[in-house]
């Protein structure tokens, strides 16, 4: 069992290095979150993401996620309530996601 | 004998070709504009119509007048572009060749988007102003409403000019004072933003500044769908609010064009390049203002500034030089706050907007962040600077780096 003591972390909680992340971190992050445990249809977004950001640099936004993960708007909010875009990006390891300007 | 292609004949496509004309050579370059209307609508003046400011005569003009006389207007609407061979779809059939092309075809609102929004109740219990045909339904509809709740809608970002939603209900805070009805109207911002605006600090400075107008945030508010009848919207996690006119900024999309061209994001933006403006994937293709991904403003005064070092870069580009990275992601708006006064906000992709003063030389300094008259004065000269300067390609009293000059750290 992971704790994320050994993880660094942002005054908001969010990993400072997204390439220290390991599907374990994410499984403790879940449970801060109160998603725990994740489950399939979970780790079909966070994939997405984690692929996502390797190819473009950025974490993507929820249209992004629902356009291309499988997983719609609506099941999204229910597999993360209150705020998916930024449970999404806080358990799969990437920073808070940037509001456009 | 070489041509550069600009698609879309609104701000930045008329700012580029005025510009370009006067650096490429006439006998070697013909620069080709194509747009699918010829009136040009100066959209920040859209604001301004519902509340009987502005009419419609005061924010159209003919697009050819803006467009150099020695380049070529194409009234047509564009299909798609074939980047591959470097040539681009007319929807009348027509195909036009390029070596260079320019994509300027902005941003527009979509509010097929979101269920329940563009049906029956469409212009008469649930407004836009973001198209002029919006602006003028919403003031008829505001002559004769008789008070209630009006929510301020903002449905995702990124919008264009986002600061006009906070602008709409200041002006509305005044409309209603001066109609005697103030009381009779609840005024509430709903939005997918954390508070009043994107950047912490105005969003903090602007979230006092609606509080002590009276008027209400619902903030974090996901719309799923609206329901017309019951007069209420719905978000995601199933939060309601109702109302009694709701003015709704819909999606904004890039141009159906870039998606039928499949060169766009989930929203048809072009990826671009950030500090260059050159189009991810293609070297011969470069895109300015609201057509981009990028996350800067979508607003004339970024166009603007993306124009300015965007010159440069294009003429390195043809002499097959590098490209510099001279955007920087500069915006700068005037707010208005309502009772003749405004504020002035300047910021870039690094730095957030700050207090301060900002230095115009021969005009300022207008405050930044805090309510002046001079600022209020300023968004309205902003009207003659766009005929005038702006589109034109002259040169404005501002430089295109963001200046620390005169910022409170
Ligand atoms: C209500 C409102 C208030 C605003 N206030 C401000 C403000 O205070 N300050 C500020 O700086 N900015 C403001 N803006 C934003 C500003 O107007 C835009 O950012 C700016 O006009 C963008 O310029 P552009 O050239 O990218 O797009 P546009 O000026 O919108 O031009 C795009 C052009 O492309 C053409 N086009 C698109 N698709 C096709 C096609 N398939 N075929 C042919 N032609 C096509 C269109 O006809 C249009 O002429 C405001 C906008 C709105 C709506």
Same mark, same amino acid.
């Given at each position: 069992?992971?704790? %994320?003591?050994?993880?660094? %972390?942002?005054?908001?909680?969010?990993?400072?290095?997204?390439?220290?992340? $390991?599907?374990?971190?994410?499984?403790?992050?879940?449970?801060?979150?109160?998603?725990?445990? %994740? $489950?399939?249809?979970?780790?079909?977004?966070?994939?997405?993401?984690?692929?996502?950001?390797?190819?473009?640099?950025?974490?993507?936004?929820?249209?992004?996620?629902?356009?291309?993960?499988?997983?719609?708007?609506?099941?999204?909010?229910?597999?993360?309530?209150?705020?998916?875009?930024?449970?999404?990006?806080?358990?799969?390891?990437?920073?808070?996601?940037?509001?456009?300007? | #004998?070489?041509?550069? +292609?600009?698609?879309?004949?609104?701000?930045?496509?008329?700012?580029?070709?005025?510009?370009?004309?006067?650096?490429?050579?006439?006998?070697?370059?013909?620069?080709?504009?194509?747009?699918?209307?010829?009136?040009?609508?100066?959209?920040?003046? /859209?604001?301004?119509?519902?509340?009987?400011? @502005?009419?419609?005569?005061d924010v159209i003009k003919p697009r050819r007048?803006?467009?150099?006389?020695?380049?070529?207007?194409?009234?047509?609407?564009?299909?798609?572009?074939?980047?591959?061979?470097?040539?681009?779809? !007319?929807?009348?059939?027509?195909?036009?060749?390029?070596?260079?092309?320019?994509?300027?075809t902005g941003s527009r609102i979509v509010p097929?988007?979101? =269920?329940?929004?563009?049906?029956?109740?469409?212009?008469?219990?649930?407004?836009?102003?973001?198209?002029?045909?919006?602006?003028?339904?919403?003031?008829?509809?505001?002559?004769?409403?008789?008070?209630?709740?009006?929510?301020?809608?903002?449905?995702?970002? &990124?919008?264009?000019?986002?600061?006009? =939603?906070?602008?709409?209900?200041?002006?509305?805070? *005044?409309?209603?004072?001066?109609?005697?009805?103030?009381?009779?109207?609840?005024?509430?911002?709903?939005?997918?933003?954390?508070?009043?605006?994107?950047? &912490?600090?105005?969003?903090?400075?602007?979230?006092?500044?609606?509080?002590?107008?009276?008027?209400?945030?619902?903030?974090?508010?996901?719309?799923?769908?609206?329901?017309?009848?019951?007069?209420?919207?719905?978000?995601?996690?199933?939060?309601?609010?109702? @109302?009694?006119?709701?003015?709704?900024?819909?999606?904004?999309?890039?141009?159906? #064009?870039?998606?039928?061209?499949?060169?766009?994001?989930?929203?048809?933006?072009?990826?671009?390049?950030?500090?260059?403006?050159?189009?991810?994937?293609?070297?011969?293709?470069?895109?300015?203002?609201?057509?981009?991904?990028?996350?800067?403003?979508?607003?004339?005064?970024?166009?603007?500034f993306q124009v300015d070092g965007f010159i440069?870069?294009?003429?390195?580009?043809?002499?097959?030089?590098?490209?510099?990275?001279?955007?920087?992601?500069?915006?700068?708006? @005037?707010?208005?706050?309502?009772?003749?006064?405004? /504020?002035?906000?300047?910021?870039?992709?690094?730095?957030? =907007?700050?207090?301060?003063?900002?230095?115009?030389?021969?005009?300022?300094?207008?405050?930044?962040?805090?309510?002046?008259?001079?600022?209020?004065?300023?968004?309205?000269?902003?009207?003659?600077?766009?005929?005038? +300067?702006?589109?034109?390609?002259?040169? !404005?009293?501002?430089?295109?780096?963001?200046? #620390?000059?005169?910022? *409170?750290?």
């Amino acid at each position: 069992m992971t704790t %994320l003591q050994d993880v660094s %972390l942002d005054t908001e909680g969010f990993m400072v290095d997204p390439n220290a992340w $390991n599907p374990e971190i994410a499984e403790a992050l879940a449970e801060e979150e109160g998603l725990a445990p %994740l $489950n399939e249809r979970h780790w079909a977004v966070i994939d997405f993401v984690r692929k996502d950001w390797g190819e473009t640099g950025e974490s993507p936004t929820l249209r992004r996620i629902t356009k291309q993960s499988g997983v719609n708007t609506k099941e999204l909010y229910a597999l993360f309530p209150k705020g998916p875009a930024k449970k999404v990006a806080r358990v799969a390891g990437l920073g808070k996601p940037k509001g456009c300007i | #004998m070489k041509r550069l +292609l600009i698609l879309g004949g609104g701000t930045a496509g008329t700012m580029v070709a005025n510009r370009l004309v006067k650096e490429l050579e006439s006998d070697d370059w013909k620069i080709t504009v194509v747009d699918e209307s010829d009136t040009h609508i100066y959209q920040p003046g /859209l604001l301004f119509i519902p509340f009987g400011t @502005y009419d419609k005569k005061d924010v159209i003009k003919p697009r050819r007048r803006f467009l150099p006389t020695d380049s070529e207007l194409i009234l047509a609407q564009i299909d798609h572009i074939e980047p591959d061979s470097n040539r681009v779809w !007319l929807k009348d059939g027509r195909s036009l060749a390029y070596d260079y092309l320019i994509i300027t075809t902005g941003s527009r609102i979509v509010p097929e988007e979101t =269920p329940g929004l563009a049906e029956d109740e469409w212009r008469r219990s649930i407004h836009d102003f973001y198209t002029l045909e919006g602006a003028l339904a919403l003031r008829d509809k505001l002559r004769d409403w008789e008070g209630g709740r009006l929510l301020m809608h903002v449905t995702e970002m &990124p919008i264009k000019c986002p600061v006009a =939603p906070l602008e709409f209900l200041f002006l509305a805070d *005044w409309y209603f004072h001066e109609a005697g009805i103030r009381d009779r109207v609840d005024l509430t911002l709903v939005t997918p933003l954390p508070g009043a605006f994107t950047k &912490p600090k105005a969003s903090e400075m602007l979230g006092a500044l609606l509080e002590e107008k009276d008027i209400h945030v619902e903030p974090e508010f996901n719309v799923e769908r609206v329901d017309p009848d019951d007069k209420q919207i719905i978000s995601y996690d199933e939060r309601t609010i109702d @109302y009694d006119l709701l003015v709704t900024v819909p999606v904004n999309m890039g141009s159906e #064009m870039i998606e039928r061209s499949g060169m766009g994001d989930e929203l048809m933006f072009v990826p671009t390049e950030k500090h260059t403006l050159k189009a991810q994937h293609h070297d011969n293709i470069f895109v300015l203002g609201d057509a981009t991904n990028l996350p800067s403003s979508k607003a004339g005064s970024v166009a603007h500034f993306q124009v300015d070092g965007f010159i440069e870069n294009f003429l390195r580009a043809i002499r097959q030089q590098a490209l510099l990275p001279s955007f920087d992601g500069h915006a700068n708006c @005037y707010i208005e706050s309502g009772f003749g006064k405004g /504020l002035l906000i300047d910021f870039n992709y690094d730095v957030e =907007p700050l207090p301060g003063r900002f230095p115009l030389p021969g005009f300022g300094p207008f405050a930044l962040l805090q309510e002046s008259r001079a600022n209020h004065w300023g968004k309205l000269m902003f009207r003659w600077m766009y005929w005038h +300067l702006l589109l034109r390609g002259k040169e !404005l009293p501002i430089p295109a780096e963001l200046s #620390m000059a005169g910022k *409170w750290n």
